[in-house]
Structures are given as structure tokens and as C-alpha cells.
């Protein structure tokens, strides 16, 4: 009874960290959120998305036909909240906060597969009890997790869906009829985000290879079943991805083959300095197949780094400030539990698990390893939950360390009593910090990389609408893709904006491009709303938003 509280604890606390403050934390949508949710209000009206197409499996969106599955879970929400921060974040703080009840549930679906009679009944019972309540809240709990739960990235409904993949294939193994919704997950995840597209069927080829004798032994018609549904449900995106000029053209943007003039320039001149020394091994080594090779390795490792993992993080909108994506106070915990689930004698009576688990964790920067931009957190979220277990191992592990310790001399007590303490406090302190530099001082520190100050520039532009004869957006850095937040603040009509949509996205009295005040300050009676290096110092504002550490973020200018 008492495991069950504990874990009705851990999804509550779950769910109160991601749904906390939803729509205000962080402060605005970013250019993807308002994307998806302007394509689902779309779909909602009139069947099409802002480009008109037929309830498509991907959104053209800013050209990188991202996978629509996210924009329609949004559709359900909009009825309720409105086409709004909340209903677009909603789905994935859904996702984020079953992720960790299905994290419950698999790692003790792991532990109790592989039984054993002859183990240790005490330290195993406490293992199958505690190491999935441990895990799953981690999980709960997780910078990583928590700062893709609370944005609608389409990749932490990903990953949801593969845990449930993994759920649902080895439960299916001892429960025949539980397999056929192994098929649906591993399906649907390639709908999610363009790494699954990769990722997941190397998971279904590790559960395949490592449990492929207990296939045997499950019905055939499940099987069938496995894999009629999963091919029926994913064949349309197999379709489109093979068929269409489009569908990997967000792959082919951030692959490490897209930019190949550098690669080429480089492997040209060391060729050419090989026969010039006459080296034949390096006229053999030094080309681009062998650089690239090493380019994609180095991004393979990259993802690694402990510093980028504890320390630095990437990209400002993929952590909060000053922090990391796993907690300091884990890293010791997470190699003691590395260790022990690669060397322990308990371990080894769960290889199958064991292999599950390594087998996770290694493929996991595979996707993002042959993309530019590494290491990167949203392409490698699929690490999760393999951190979490790795560090509850680690945690479980220190607590039978001092449980036998305790049984020694007085003085050898007070020592392992102290690190104890010592582990509490640093640990509580660390997760004290994250949570104020995520819901306190993150939207201080980071308005301006979550576009903060479109929402202010909308209303302002609505206010004064009449009075102008054209409204001038411009389309640069920092403000490059604003016509989707107008959009989504204005709430325009999708019907209209389909069959009125002009150059640049332009609708209504508005156009979006870059200002160039030389030539754009002889247009009369225009309202121009850029950032403020577009104009000159010297052209007074009608209105200035700032982000919320007082910088200047969006300038608002008029002429008569």
C-alpha cells in the first residue's frame, strides 16, 4: 500500500511541475509553439493547415515539414482553452507526466522478467520495489524531462511513445495480447519527430535481436497483429517520406552532409599536401568519406560530455539558466550506477534488462550524431529514462553500502552518517536552485530566446489598426518567421488566410519583410514594428517593448 502512495506521489508531483504556471513558464511561445498551434486552430476550422493542404501528415510550417501529429493532439484543447499558450503546451506536459508512470511500470516490468530463485531475496525485493519508484522519480523531477514537458517540442511526445513501445513489447512477451500495441507506439512515434524516424526502429531492432527467442514462444497471431497494425499506421509516413521531394527536407537541412564545401575544401587540400609527400596512406585516408566518418563519431561522443550534460547544456530554449539538463549532485550516482548495472552479480541475473538498458543509452545520439548543431538536446531526448535508471541503480547501490556500514564501529558510523547528510543536503540544495532558476529566473534571463515581446506588438498593432494604411513587420533577426505570431495572437481566419495570403505571408494591411528605413520612411501613414537596429537612433518610437531583464526587444515606429 505504502509503494502505491509513493508513486500516486511522484505523477502528482509530476504532474504539478509541468502543469504549474503553464502558459507563463516559460514567458512566450517560441516560433514552433505558435506554428503548431496556429496549423492546429487551422485543421480545427477548416480541415487544412495555413497552406491549405488536406489534413497532411506534415506541416510545411517554415519549410521544414515538420511531422503534424502534435498539431492535432493540440485540436482537442482549443474548444476549451482557446487557441492559447495552455492548449498548445498541454499535450506534452500529458505526455511528459505519463512518461514518467510508464517509466514506473517498465522498469518493474525489467526486474520482474528476468526472476530469479536463487538471488538475494532481500536486496532483490527492496530492487524491485524501490528502483522503479526511484526512477520514476527521477524522471518526475528531471531539468531534461521537465524542460520539454512544459514546450510543445514534438520529440518529448517521442519519447513517451517509445517507453511505451518498450512497455508494451516486453509485457506483450509474458501477455500475448499486450504486443499488439508495441506495434501502434513504435508506428505512431515516427509521426511524432524527425529523429524517431531513425531511432525508433533501432529500438525495435534491439528489442528484436535481444529478446528473440521468447518471440517464439508468443502467439502468432499477436505477432501478425504487431506488425499489420504498425505497418498499417506507419505506411503513410513511409510513403510520403520516400516519395516526397519534401518529406526529409528538414533531415537533409541539418545533416552533416549539408554542408559539404568546408568537409571538401579541407580533404581537397590534404590531398593534395599527401602527393606532394608522396604519403600513400594518407592519399588512402584523407578524403571526405573518412572525415565525415570522424565529423559524425566526434558528434556521436559529443552527446557524452559531462560538461554539456551537468554543466552547460545548449541552446538557451534546452535548459534553464546556468544549469545543466541532469542535476550536479547525479553525476557520482549515475557512474556508481553505470558500474553496477554493467559488473554487479545482481545485474547479471537480468542480462536481457541489462542489454535493454545499454542498448537504449548507446543508440540514442545516434540521430543526432549525423546532424550539424552537436550536442543536442532535443534530438537525443531519447536518453531519458536511461539517466534516471542509471542514477537510482547508483542510489540504491550507495543505500546498501550503508546499510552494512552502519553495523561497524562507532566512529566508522558518524563518517558514513555524515556523507549521508551531506549527499541530502547538496542534492535538495540543487534541485532548490533549478527550480527557482526555471520558474523564477528564467523568464528574466531568457525572454529574449523565447521571443518574448510579439504578444505586446500584436495587441499594440490591433489597437491601432484603422489608423494606418499598411502595417510593416519586419522579417529579420530576431523577428524572422513574425507572421505566424500574428497569426496566432490575431487568431486570424485560417479559411481567409489560405486564399488571401500574399508575398511573404502578407494578409490584411500586414506584410512582413525586412524594414529598410531609407527607402521605408517615405511610405506615409505606415506603422513599422521591427527590432530596434533597424531604424536610426534619431527616429523617435510610438512604442518600445522590452524584455524583461529592461533590454529593448521590438521598436514601433509611424509615419504621417
Not at 538557451?316 to 546556468?322: E, G, I, K, S
Request: hydrophobic fraction near 45%; aromatic fraction near 16%; charged fraction near 15%.
Amino acid at each position: 500500500m505504502k509503494y502505491k502512495l509513493l508513486l500516486f506521489g511522484i505523477i502528482l508531483l509530476a504532474a504539478v511541475l509541468r502543469l504549474w504556471n503553464l502558459g507563463n513558464v516559460p514567458i512566450s511561445p517560441d516560433w514552433d509553439e505558435a506554428a503548431l498551434g496556429y496549423n492546429a486552430y487551422s485543421l480545427l476550422q477548416t480541415g487544412k493547415d495555413e497552406y491549405g493542404a488536406t489534413l497532411p501528415m506534415t506541416l510545411q510550417s517554415f519549410g521544414d515539414y515538420k511531422p503534424a501529429l502534435y498539431a492535432y493532439l493540440i485540436i482537442p484543447f482549443i474548444p476549451v482553452f482557446g487557441l492559447s499558450d495552455i492548449a498548445v503546451r498541454l499535450p506534452s506536459a500529458i505526455f511528459g507526466i505519463i512518461a514518467v508512470g510508464a517509466t514506473y511500470l517498465l522498469v518493474k516490468e525489467l526486474l520482474y522478467y528476468k526472476k530469479n530463485k536463487k538471488e538475494n531475496t532481500h536486496v532483490s525485493e527492496k530492487l524491485r520495489q524501490v528502483l522503479p519508484l526511484l526512477s520514476a522519480g527521477l524522471l518526475a523531477i528531471s531539468p531534461w524531462h521537465i524542460q520539454f514537458s512544459r514546450v510543445a517540442f514534438e520529440s518529448n511526445v517521442g519519447l513517451t511513445c517509445n517507453i511505451l513501445l518498450v512497455l508494451c513489447f516486453i509485457v506483450g512477451l509474458r501477455k500475448n495480447w499486450i504486443f499488439i500495441f508495441s506495434g501502434f507506439f513504435a508506428a505512431l512515434s515516427i509521426y511524432t519527430y524527425q529523429s524517431e524516424k531513425i531511432f525508433t526502429p533501432l529500438l525495435v531492432l534491439v528489442l528484436t535481436v535481444i529478446y528473440r527467442k521468447e518471440l517464439f514462444k508468443v502467439a502468432k497471431k499477436y505477432l501478425v497483429l504487431a506488425f499489420v497494425i504498425g505497418a498499417l499506421v506507419s505506411l503513410p509516413m513511409v510513403y510520403f517520406t520516400a516519395t516526397n521531394e519534401h518529406g526529409l527536407a528538414r533531415a537533409k537541412g541539418t545533416s552533416v552532409f549539408s554542408s559539404q564545401d568546408d568537409i571538401l575544401k579541407y580533404s581537397i587540400q590534404k590531398i593534395e599536401r599527401d602527393k606532394k609527400d608522396n604519403n600513400v596512406l594518407g592519399l588512402i585516408l584523407d578524403n571526405r568519406r573518412v572525415e565525415y566518418t570522424k565529423l559524425i563519431f566526434s558528434g556521436y561522443l559529443a552527446h557524452y560530455d559531462l560538461k554539456w550534460l551537468f554543466v552547460t547544456g545548449d541552446a538557451q530554449r534546452h535548459h534553464a539558466p546556468f544549469m545543466g539538463l541532469l542535476y550536479l549532485w547525479e553525476l557520482p550516482f549515475l557512474l556508481i550506477g553505470i558500474y553496477t548495472a554493467a559488473f554487479s552479480p545482481l545485474a547479471k541475473q537480468y542480462r536481457k534488462s541489462q542489454f535493454v538498458l545499454f542498448s537504449w543509452f548507446l543508440i540514442a545520439p545516434i540521430p543526432a550524431a549525423i546532424t550539424n548543431d552537436v550536442p543536442h538536446a532535443v534530438r537525443t531526448l531519447n536518453f531519458l529514462p536511461t539517466f534516471q535508471i542509471f542514477t537510482a541503480i547508483g542510489l540504491l547501490t550507495f543505500y546498501v553500502f550503508v546499510q552494512k556500514i552502519v553495523r561497524l564501529t562507532v566512529w566508522k558510523k558518524i563518517s558514513v552518517l555524515a556523507l549521508t547528510g551531506l549527499v541530502v543536503v547538496v542534492s535538495g540544495l540543487n534541485i532548490a536552485y533549478y527550480l527557482n532558476q526555471y520558474f523564477v529566473q528564467q523568464n528574466y534571463f531568457y525572454s529574449e530566446y523565447w521571443q518574448y515581446g510579439y504578444k505586446e506588438a500584436v495587441s499594440y498593432a490591433a489597437n491601432n489598426y484603422e489608423k494606418y494604411e499598411r502595417i510593416i513587420v519586419s522579417s529579420e533577426v530576431p523577428l524572422d518567421q513574425s507572421y505566424i505570431f500574428f497569426l496566432y495572437y490575431l487568431q486570424f481566419p485560417p479559411h481567409e488566410y489560405q486564399t488571401t495570403q500574399g508575398e511573404n505571408h502578407s494578409f490584411g494591411k500586414f506584410e512582413f519583410r525586412p524594414i529598410e528605413w531609407k527607402t521605408d520612411s517615405t511610405l506615409s501613414n505606415t506603422l513599422f514594428i521591427g527590432a530596434p537596429g533597424e531604424f536610426p537612433e534619431v527616429v523617435p518610437a510610438d512604442h518600445t517593448i522590452q524584455y524583461l531583464n529592461g533590454e529593448e526587444a521590438i521598436k514601433i515606429v509611424s509615419t504621417d
